[in-house]
């Protein structure tokens, strides 16, 4: 059982950056691939970056490719998400997960264990 506690999210301006945390519970953070998923009111969730579970493969969603970088402290039980050049577009809430099918990451919604309750992050224009 792992449990995700996601933090960081705020009101931020356009063209701000912010860093998204996700902590995780249990002595296995390690064999776990993690991903960033979003969801923005009325719309269905998104994915937004996966992270393989040693940290050497990562892979965004065109959307934030080249300005979101995804890291890993396995000894700190934690999983991050840098967003820079933020626009309104990325508001929504961002959701972590914890997947132990697929080692090196996904994008699919479905092959993620384990969910954080989320943390909002709204982008004035």
Known sequence: QVQLVESGGGLVQAGGSLRLSCAASGRTFGSYAM??????????REFVATISWRGGDTYYADSVKGRSTISRDNAKNTVYLQINSLKPEDTAVYHCAA??????GSSIWRSYDYWGQGTQLTVSS
């Open 99 to 104: 997947s132990s099918r697929v080692p090196g």
């Open 35 to 44: 991903g960033w998923f979003r969801q923005a009111p009325g719309k269905e």
